[in-house]
C-alpha cells in the first residue's frame, strides 16, 4: 500500500513495482483516512508506504492509528517523504522498517522493499 496525498507518487510507485515485476499489488491511499478505510475494509497490505507530511492526517498519526489495532501492528512501515531534517530522520529510522527521502532511487526503493518483504 502507497499512502500519499500526491497521487503522482503513488503512480510512480506503482509504474516502477509494476516494471520490476508482477507479483507486486500496489493499492493506493490519498490520505491517511483513506488508508484506515482500506484497512477496515480488510485490504491488508504485506508493506506500507507511509508520507509523512499529508494535510489532516499526518504519517505519523496514521502510524500510530496502526500500531494501536492489534490486525495492522504488525504490517511493516516504510516512512517516504520529502521531509530530511534530522528529527524526521531519527524518527522515522526508529519507528519504522525504513525511512526513504524523496526523490529515490528506482533501484533503491526496489532493494529496500524486497529486503522487508522477504525478512518476514
Not at 13 to 40: Q, R
Not at 49 to 71: A, F, H, R, T
Request: aromatic letters at 10%; glycine letters at 4%; one cysteine or more.
Amino acid at each position: 500500500m502507497v499512502v500519499d496525498d500526491e497521487p503522482d507518487q503513488i503512480f510512480t510507485v506503482k509504474t516502477i513495482l509494476d516494471n520490476f515485476s508482477n507479483e507486486y499489488e500496489i493499492i493506493g491511499a490519498n490520505s491517511g483516512s483513506d488508508c484506515l478505510k482500506l484497512l477496515k475494509n480488510n485490504q491488508i497490505p504485506d508493506l506500507i508506504l507511509l508520507d509523512i507530511m499529508m494535510p489532516k492526517m499526518s504519517g505519523w498519526e496514521v502510524y500510530s492509528c496502526l500500531k494501536e489495532n492489534s490486525s495492522w501492528k504488525n504490517i511493516p512501515i516504510v516512512f517516504i517523504t520529502a521531509r530530511n531534517d534530522i528529527v524526521a530522520k531519527k524518527a522515522g529510522g526508529f519507528l519504522g522498517h525504513d525511512y526513504i527521502e524523496k526523490p529515490y532511487k528506482e533501484k533503491e526503493l526496489i532493494k529496500r522493499i524486497y529486503i522487508i518483504l522477504n525478512s518476514k
